[in-house]
């Protein structure tokens, strides 16, 4: 081949997965630039542009970060599970879960104090989250069914139930037929932090810390990591590997239950439909880019996060269509995807070449 | 409910299956040369939009089927790049593609809008449309609902008959073997993401051309996935397709229906049967038994240099 | 950290590239839209643009817009950032803006805030709205002289009340010409996806309604009763095109006759807060052209009806209207008041399906 062989490196190239994603995100804003161009806007300044409202100000740094927290916890999940090699694409569906399950509590009892409140909130957040997942994996390690499928169903499923709900017994009487609960009491509210930044973000580090704890320093986080490499492996070492299976499903659904109710109390402070807006999704793109790890999701998240609200700048100032953001949220997976490659293989001169 | 509501029912229940019938058939052949390509949903957008495009300029709604399927193909390759030449995830790749794809049909696509555009409309095929009862379900459908009635039968032969389809399907049993026997997996596989797109594109294309003359982004709203699901549901067989994207269009068709006589059950409820009866049937057939087993090699690549 | 370090390179590769921020220029009113679907959708969105497309014609005026923003948390951050860039007016034109849009106003009181279809105001921020539903009576006047079978179809989008009140107001104007008429309902739970709204149209048409009606921003709906050889009536502009030989007339938005009114009244400092509520007399909402088939007759009828209703002398939700379990809702010699208008949840005598 043109005098080229491909040979495998016996260490991952050092620092190998920075310069990927440099030249990845080089190579898709290239391709961005030049759709732009074909369109007749120019392609340098919308970078700018993008940049600038993303990440250039405070304001907008707080609106980045804001959009970052939901797609962080979605992502912790989503990327324990795909350790596993579960391909769990759920997280919209449990995410929409978590979202009911929250508010069902307030509903039910709104005027308790906020010490009762918060905890049942979180508490039915996770617990219907998780059942969202646990029911596929269930379906997975029992009945063999795929679970790229189930999970995809159960978005579709966990939406419309939404819809269900708030279009129906959920649906707030004085908000004159429109699908949306009533305003949360204030005790339901997760409050501002600094600035607009709410303490959701502690949630987020505080689910951050707990894992990375549970995945490095526990035996079961241990067996998690070594039936994700090796899945046989695991079976002939007598791990339970249909429970942990069962175990990652069960966090990604809590996490993903938790941002739900965090973009409900947090920023709606009601419930209604718009509040699903593809954060599952993305969060599969983030959980990939980081290659996994615990600490790269939250720069990513921002990153992605970032990527969505700076779109919104360009939209205003060039008219550039929303569903720019799609696009550029697929080249630069797809280029990280080719350019992993580099960081196992090599091409070296052939010597017969 | 009479014989006069329930013919309309199944003529509608082909029409809603076909494209979910290209798709299928597509991802199958995909899946057969050993390759997951969760696209699916990329490449059909794709195909709906390009297919309206050509057709738009140039009036002609074959020249239009055909160029959607090609490009679609050629974009399906995308994920072939990322795949076989540079090993990343089928998974992820497949995800970043649909991702991608809607996104590129809806940013090319927006000022196509509002506009219609020359396409198929059903006429009565000869002979056979007198047949009663029948005829009225299966033959008074547009041309690209006849062209689908003969790819499972097409795709069964090519698969089991020809040389390439042996090929193919070795490919994703036994890389290994295939290499050994003086084939080239890779390229096979090469092969199967393209035709694959190509299938995929052609059920996109049926959306904007056939189903309406018109495009709107996210018209395929999800058929993809249902693709996906059904191959599995299939078995990996093209037969077994054709009857799981009939039942799929037959429960599409249904609820609706249902809405329209009068019933007072929530649209929401009604417009989770398709996804719910997904699940409910791959849990019948799910049972792993012989012959119902994916492609040996399915989502595993082909590591260089051996 | 690497990943910080990647952005900090971007932002140097971008601030080498130089490019400085683009401000100063001639004092002139900016005006920001906030649309809730692609302005590409030819419905809902894209008439609220030919409206704005009015506005930027005007003199001393720039116009901007945002896509597809979903009601909620981004709709307050782009419409904070509307009001952050100095904007000087800004349109939200779903309902679901209203809270945040409420919010924004309170922090930026020297803006002007417009907030389409809903009811709260602040004294920098009006509500408004056209009556549509007076061009879907009159729409429904031409259903119900042109029905045979007496099952009229409507293709639905979502079940709140705007679109709940206009299958209201077209079943009272098709059964105020004949009286045994029902109107079938079916949900698609989409506002622009031409193969799923053309698929409930056809299965309405299967059980035997010979016109379709839409609250859909898709042709999908004209196109099946084109090709089942009964009438349709389109929605936001004139649909004729897509179905020639159904097309009845289309209920449409013209919201050039309002947006630069506004704008007017802003510029000469004349604006001030209000619940805008146009209809048919200040030709914000009409009918389109109706099709050969509609005979002479029932065009007279129809257009002596819309004078009356322009004049003020004939009002659509007039009692008695008994609701779908025959209960009165509005009684006799009672007239509908706005709010109950905006808050419209049930279904009057002679629709047929659920209402949510």
Same mark, same amino acid.
């Given at each position: 081949?043109?005098?080229?062989?491909?040979?495998?490196?016996?260490?991952?190239?050092?620092?190998?997965?920075?310069?990927?994603?440099?030249?990845?995100?080089?190579?898709?804003?290239?391709?961005?630039?030049?759709?732009?161009?074909?369109?007749?806007?120019?392609?340098?300044?919308?970078?700018?542009?993008?940049?600038?409202? &993303?990440?250039?100000?405070?304001?907008?740094?707080?609106?980045?970060?804001?959009?970052?927290?939901?797609?962080?916890?979605?992502?912790?999940?989503?990327?324990?599970?795909?350790?596993?090699?579960?391909?769990?694409?759920?997280?919209?569906?449990?995410?929409?879960?978590?979202?009911?399950?929250?508010?069902?509590?307030?509903?039910?009892?709104?005027? &308790?104090?906020?010490?009762?409140?918060?905890?049942?909130?979180?508490?039915?957040?996770? %617990?219907?989250?998780?059942?969202?997942?646990?029911?596929?994996?269930?379906?997975?390690?029992?009945?063999?069914?795929?679970?790229?499928?189930?999970?995809?169903?159960?978005?579709?499923?966990?939406?419309?139930?939404?819809?269900?709900?708030?279009?129906?017994?959920?649906?707030?009487?004085?908000?004159?037929?429109?699908?949306?609960?009533?305003?949360?009491?204030? %005790?339901?509210?997760?409050?501002?932090?600094?600035?607009?930044?709410?303490?959701?973000?502690?949630?987020? &580090?505080?689910?951050? %810390?707990?894992?990375?704890?549970?995945?490095?320093?526990?035996?079961?986080?241990?067996?998690?990591?070594?039936?994700?490499?090796?899945?046989?492996?695991?079976?002939?070492?007598?791990?339970?590997?249909?429970?942990?299976?069962?175990?990652?499903?069960?966090?990604?659904?809590?996490?993903?239950?938790?941002?739900?109710?965090?973009? %409900?109390?947090?920023?709606?402070?009601?419930?209604?439909?718009?509040?699903?807006?593809?954060?599952?999704?993305?969060?599969?793109?983030?959980?990939?880019?980081?290659?996994?790890?615990?600490?790269?999701? &939250?720069?990513?998240?921002?990153?992605?996060?970032?990527?969505?609200?700076?779109?919104?700048?360009?939209?205003?100032?060039?008219?550039?269509?929303?569903?720019?953001?799609?696009?550029?949220?697929?080249?630069?997976?797809?280029?990280?995807?080719?350019?992993?490659?580099?960081?196992?293989?090599?091409?070296?001169?052939?010597?017969?070449? | 409910?009479?014989?006069?509501?329930?013919?309309?029912?199944?003529?509608?229940?082909?029409?809603?299956?076909?494209?979910?019938?290209?798709?299928?058939?597509?991802?199958?052949?995909?899946?057969?040369?050993?390759?997951?390509?969760?696209?699916?949903?990329?490449?059909?957008?794709?195909?709906?939009?390009?297919?309206?495009?050509?057709?738009?300029?140039?009036?002609?709604?074959?020249?239009?089927?055909?160029?959607?399927?090609?490009?679609?193909?050629?974009?399906?390759?995308?994920?072939?790049?990322?795949?076989?030449?540079?090993?990343?995830?089928?998974?992820?790749?497949?995800?970043?593609?649909?991702?991608?794809?809607?996104?590129?049909?809806?940013?090319?696509?927006?000022?196509?809008?509002?506009?219609?555009?020359?396409?198929?409309?059903?006429?009565?095929?000869?002979?056979?449309?007198?047949?009663?009862?029948?005829?009225?379900?299966?033959?008074?459908?547009?041309?690209?609902?006849?062209?689908?009635?003969?790819?499972?039968?097409?795709?069964?032969?090519?698969?089991?008959?020809?040389?390439?389809?042996?090929?193919?399907?070795?490919?994703?049993?036994?890389?290994?073997?295939?290499?050994?026997?003086?084939?080239?997996?890779?390229?096979?596989?090469?092969?199967?993401?393209?035709?694959?797109?190509?299938?995929?594109?052609?059920?996109?294309?049926?959306?904007?051309?056939?189903?309406?003359?018109?495009?709107?982004?996210?018209?395929?709203?999800?058929?993809?996935?249902?693709?996906?699901?059904?191959?599995?549901?299939?078995?990996?067989?093209?037969?077994?397709?054709?009857?799981?994207?009939?039942?799929?269009?037959?429960?599409?068709?249904?609820?609706?229906?249902?809405?329209?006589?009068?019933?007072?059950?929530?649209?929401?409820?009604?417009?989770?049967?398709?996804?719910?009866?997904?699940?409910?049937?791959?849990?019948?057939?799910?049972?792993?038994?012989?012959?119902?087993?994916?492609?040996?090699?399915?989502?595993?690549?082909?590591?260089?240099?051996? | 950290?690497?990943?910080?370090?990647?952005?900090?390179?971007?932002?140097?590769?971008?601030?080498?590239?130089?490019?400085?921020?683009?401000?100063?220029?001639?004092?002139?009113?900016?005006?920001?839209?906030?649309?809730?679907?692609?302005?590409?959708?030819?419905?809902?969105?894209?008439?609220?643009?030919?409206?704005?497309?009015?506005?930027?014609?005007?003199?001393?005026?720039?116009?901007?817009?945002?896509?597809?923003?979903?009601?909620?948390?981004?709709?307050?951050?782009?419409?904070?950032?509307?009001?952050?860039?100095?904007?000087?007016?800004?349109?939200?034109?779903?309902?679901?803006?209203?809270?945040?849009?409420?919010?924004?106003?309170?922090?930026?009181?020297?803006?002007?805030?417009?907030?389409?279809?809903?009811?709260?105001?602040?004294?920098?921020?009006?509500?408004?709205?056209?009556?549509?539903?007076?061009?879907?009576?009159?729409?429904?006047?031409?259903?119900?002289?042109?029905?045979?079978?007496?099952?009229?179809?409507?293709?639905?989008?979502?079940?709140?009340?705007?679109?709940?009140?206009?299958?209201?107001?077209?079943?009272?104007?098709?059964?105020?010409?004949?009286?045994?008429?029902?109107?079938?309902?079916?949900?698609?739970?989409?506002?622009?996806?031409?193969?799923?709204?053309?698929?409930?149209?056809?299965?309405?048409?299967?059980?035997?309604?010979?016109?379709?009606?839409?609250?859909?921003?898709?042709?999908?709906?004209?196109?099946?009763?084109?090709?089942?050889?009964?009438?349709?009536?389109?929605?936001?502009?004139?649909?004729?095109?897509?179905?020639?030989?159904?097309?009845?007339?289309?209920?449409?938005?013209?919201?050039?006759?309002?947006?630069?009114?506004?704008?007017?009244?802003?510029?000469?400092?004349?604006?001030?807060?209000?619940?805008?509520?146009?209809?048919?007399?200040?030709?914000?909402?009409?009918?389109?052209?109706?099709?050969?088939?509609?005979?002479?007759?029932?065009?007279?009828?129809?257009?002596?009806?819309?004078?009356?209703?322009?004049?003020?002398?004939?009002?659509?939700?007039?009692?008695?209207?008994?609701?779908?379990?025959?209960?009165?809702?509005?009684?006799?010699?009672?007239?509908?008041?706005?709010?109950?208008?905006?808050?419209?949840?049930?279904?009057?005598?002679?629709?047929?399906?659920?209402?949510?």
């Amino acid at each position: 081949m043109l005098g080229f062989t491909i040979e495998k490196r016996q260490e991952p190239l050092k620092w190998g997965s920075f310069f990927i994603f440099l030249g990845a995100l080089v190579f898709s804003l290239g391709v961005s630039a030049l759709l732009l161009a074909i369109q007749g806007k120019p392609p340098l300044e919308a970078m700018y542009l993008l940049w600038d409202g &993303a990440f250039a100000h405070d304001w907008a740094l707080e609106d980045t970060v804001l959009k970052a927290i939901p797609i962080f916890l979605c992502s912790l999940g989503v990327a324990v599970c795909f350790r596993m090699q579960i391909w769990n694409i759920g997280a919209e569906g449990q995410y929409a879960l978590g979202a009911i399950g929250a508010t069902w509590v307030v509903l039910s009892m709104p005027d &308790a104090p906020v010490w009762v409140l918060m905890p049942l909130m979180f508490l039915a957040a996770a %617990t219907l989250g998780a059942l969202w997942a646990i029911i596929p994996a269930l379906l997975r390690e029992k009945m063999g069914l795929n679970e790229i499928i189930s999970t995809l169903m159960f978005n579709y499923i966990g939406i419309l139930f939404l819809e269900f709900l708030v279009y129906g017994s959920w649906k707030d009487p004085a908000s004159f037929g429109f699908p949306m609960t009533i305003m949360f009491p204030d %005790t339901a509210i997760i409050g501002e932090l600094f600035g607009r930044i709410h303490w959701g973000i502690l949630v987020c &580090a505080g689910a951050a %810390t707990a894992l990375t704890v549970f995945l490095k320093h526990t035996r079961l986080g241990f067996e998690i990591m070594v039936s994700g490499e090796n899945p046989r492996a695991a079976r002939y070492a007598r791990m339970p590997y249909s429970a942990l299976v069962v175990l990652v499903m069960g966090i990604c659904g809590a996490l993903a239950g938790w941002a739900g109710l965090i973009e %409900t109390s947090a920023t709606l402070n009601r419930l209604q439909p718009t509040i699903v807006v593809g954060y599952g999704f993305t969060a599969i793109v983030v959980a990939w880019l980081a290659r996994l790890r615990i600490t790269s999701i &939250a720069g990513y998240s921002i990153l992605l996060a970032g990527l969505r609200v700076g779109v919104e700048n360009l939209q205003l100032e060039l008219q550039v269509p929303a569903s720019f953001t799609g696009i550029m949220q697929g080249l630069i997976l797809l280029s990280v995807l080719a350019g992993q490659f580099f960081n196992w293989y090599s091409f070296q001169r052939s010597k017969r070449g | 409910m009479g014989l006069e509501l329930i013919i309309p029912i199944l003529a509608a229940t082909i029409q809603s299956g076909t494209p979910i019938l290209y798709a299928t058939l597509g991802e199958m052949l995909t899946e057969r040369s050993g390759v997951l390509n969760l696209g699916v949903e990329g490449m059909m957008i794709f195909g709906a939009f390009f297919a309206f495009l050509v057709s738009y300029y140039t009036g002609n709604p074959w020249l239009a089927f055909i160029c959607a399927g090609l490009l679609a193909g050629l974009f399906g390759l995308a994920h072939a790049v990322v795949c076989l030449v540079f090993q990343g995830n089928q998974v992820v790749s497949g995800l970043a593609l649909t991702i991608l794809g809607v996104g590129l049909a809806d940013f090319l696509g927006t000022a196509y809008v509002g506009v219609s555009a020359p396409g198929f409309s059903p006429f009565d095929f000869p002979v056979l449309s007198a047949i009663p009862v029948l005829g009225e379900i299966f033959f008074k459908q547009d041309a690209l609902v006849y062209v689908s009635f003969l790819l499972p039968f097409l795709f069964w032969f090519f698969m089991n008959r020809t040389r390439w389809g042996l090929a193919l399907g070795a490919a994703g049993e036994n890389p290994a073997a295939c290499f050994a026997a003086g084939l080239n997996p890779v390229k096979l596989r090469w092969a199967g993401i393209y035709f694959g797109g190509v299938l995929c594109g052609l059920g996109g294309a049926y959306l904007s051309l056939a189903y309406t003359h018109l495009w709107t982004n996210n018209m395929t709203a999800g058929r993809g996935w249902i693709a996906v699901a059904l191959v599995i549901f299939a078995f990996w067989r093209p037969g077994r397709a054709m009857f799981g994207a009939y039942l799929f269009g037959g429960i599409m068709a249904f609820q609706m229906r249902l809405q329209a006589v009068g019933a007072t059950l929530p649209s929401s409820l009604l417009l989770m049967l398709p996804y719910a009866l997904t699940i409910i049937v791959l849990l019948f057939s799910s049972a792993r038994g012989k012959g119902r087993q994916a492609p040996a090699a399915l989502g595993v690549n082909i590591e260089p240099g051996e | 950290m690497r990943k910080f370090v990647g952005i900090v390179m971007l932002a140097a590769l971008v601030a080498v590239a130089g490019f400085g921020a683009t401000v100063a220029q001639a004092k002139e009113l900016k005006v920001g839209f906030v649309y809730v679907s692609p302005v590409g959708d030819a419905g809902y969105s894209y008439a609220h643009d030919l409206g704005r497309q009015a506005v930027a014609k005007m003199d001393g005026v720039k116009t901007f817009y945002v896509e597809s923003v979903p009601e909620g948390a981004d709709a307050t951050r782009v419409i904070n950032n509307m009001a952050r860039k100095g904007y000087d007016v800004i349109f939200g034109t779903s309902f679901g803006y209203m809270d945040p849009m409420l919010k924004v106003a309170k922090k930026f009181p020297k803006t002007t805030f417009m907030h389409c279809s809903g009811y709260k105001t602040a004294p920098n921020m009006s509500a408004y709205f056209g009556r549509i539903y007076q061009s879907r009576y009159l729409a429904g006047l031409v259903a119900g002289s042109m029905t045979k079978s007496n099952i009229i179809g409507y293709v639905g989008a979502f079940p709140i009340p705007e679109v709940k009140r206009g299958i209201n107001a077209f079943t009272l104007g098709v059964r105020a010409v004949n009286p045994n008429a029902k109107v079938h309902v079916v949900w698609t739970k989409t506002w622009y996806d031409p193969a799923t709204e053309k698929e409930a149209a056809k299965s309405l048409i299967d059980i035997g309604s010979d016109v379709i009606a839409q609250h859909q921003d898709s042709p999908g709906p004209q196109e099946a009763a084109q090709e089942a050889g009964i009438y349709s009536v389109g929605y936001n502009s004139d649909m004729s095109q897509f179905a020639p030989k159904a097309h009845l007339t289309s209920v449409v938005w013209n919201w050039s006759a309002f947006y630069p009114v506004v704008i007017e009244k802003v510029k000469k400092g004349e604006w001030k807060a209000d619940n805008y509520w146009w209809g048919l007399s200040e030709g914000v909402v009409d009918l389109a052209p109706f099709g050969k088939m509609v005979p002479q007759d029932v065009q007279d009828m129809v257009n002596a009806r819309k004078a009356e209703i322009k004049k003020g002398t004939f009002k659509v939700f007039a009692g008695p209207i008994k609701d779908q379990s025959g209960t009165v809702r509005i009684a006799e010699g009672e007239v509908a008041s706005d709010a109950m208008l905006t808050g419209m949840d049930w279904f009057v005598e002679g629709v047929e399906g659920s209402n949510q």
